[in-house]
């Protein structure tokens, strides 16, 4: 059971933790998350059957919870890849304005072998 409760407490924190993600303390949430993921997949390692019927109970809650940090989790993910893009955007955009000539195509030139 003891496994069961800290499974559930950690499950609950990545949560609020993903809940709460701010631009501003954004790094620190990854991190914490990151830890927090660890921890929930090490827990998990030591949950073993037979269950008993406090057990169960505990695992349907469980199975409704995974499901909402599922989606919170994919969210994330989008806003962090969304993120990456426009940074490789503003990063692309900022070198052609610096140096526009930089990526400039040679068809068509002709060159000419007599000298």
Do not use: C, W
């Not at 499950?11 to 993903?18: C, K, P, R, V």
């Not at 993910?77 to 940074?87: E, F, P």
């Amino acid at each position: 059971m003891k496994f069961f409760q800290v499974y559930y407490q950690l499950t609950d924190e990545l949560i609020s933790t993903l809940r709460n993600i701010s631009q501003n303390n954004r790094d620190e949430a990854i991190t914490l998350i990151n830890d927090l993921l660890n921890n929930r997949e090490q827990t998990l390692l030591k949950i073993q059957p037979p269950f008993s019927d406090e057990e169960k109970h505990f695992g349907a809650k469980l199975v409704q919870m995974e499901k909402t940090l599922k989606q919170l989790l994919e969210k994330e993910k989008q806003s962090i890849q969304g993120n990456m893009a426009q940074l490789s955007k503003t990063k692309t955009s900022m070198n052609k304005y610096i140096n526009p000539y930089q990526n400039m195509q040679t068809d068509g030139y002709f060159y000419d072998k007599r000298k």
